[in-house]
């Protein structure tokens, strides 16, 4: 006999339970609920967000990017969306994120790291968590991981980067992604 509603509170439970435990190891992050305006997305964030939206051009279609993220740590956090009316949109709007990411880090390529997608995702070849190493704008090293996930016609990009990035925090920030549903 299965518990399903047992499994669903462990499911809810477990983020917190890892957030906890990480956040004895890095007495800098706050760990809290956020479900960022905008977004319909839910997640786990060290410190407390600010917001920005703007009007962007998207594989050759203007496009409302809302931005959140905040600094901890020695680390940058952020998650965007953006909602596209058309479906064919999302699959060039996913390639052209990706390669702005390279570009801004002057990352030479994306480590695919194999994670699953999260929590309400719909399954898209260019959707998925990277690695990546570059340079920020003062020269210093940056390593991070970035993930990219679709819903519907909306797309996400989540992002941690840093000089020196704690594993155990980055994995709390993307295993507690959940996209509306």
């Known amino acids: 006999m299965t518990d399903p509603g047992g499994r669903r509170l462990l499911r809810l439970l477990l983020p917190w339970g890892v957030a906890v435990a990480s956040s004895a190891c890095a007495p800098a992050l706050d760990w809290r609920e956020s479900r960022p305006q905008d977004t ?8 407390r967000t600010t917001s920005h939206a703007r009007e962007l051009t998207l594989a ?16 940058t956090w952020a998650v965007a969306w953006v909602e596209l009316a058309d479906p064919a949109r999302v699959g060039p709007v996913l390639a052209e994120l990706r390669a702005a990411a390279q570009a ?15 929590a309400g995702a719909t399954p898209n070849p260019l959707s998925g968590r990277f690695a990546l190493t570059g340079r920020l704008p003062d020269g210093r090293a940056v390593r ?22 704690d594993p155990l925090a980055v994995d709390t920030f993307f295993d507690s992604l959940r996209l509306p549903g």
Do not use: K
């Not at 050759?60 to 905040?70: D, I």
């Open 144 to 165: 991070g991981q970035i993930t990219w996930a679709v819903r519907g016609t909306a797309v996400l990009q989540a992002s941690a980067h840093g000089t020196e990035p």
């Open 60 to 75: 050759g279609a203007p496009a409302r990017w809302v931005l959140h993220s905040c600094e901890a740590a020695g680390m």
């Open 104 to 118: 801004n880090l002057g990352a030479a390529a994306l480590q695919p790291l194999g994670m699953r997608a999260p």
């Open 40 to 47: 319909g997305v839910q997640l786990l964030l060290p410190c």
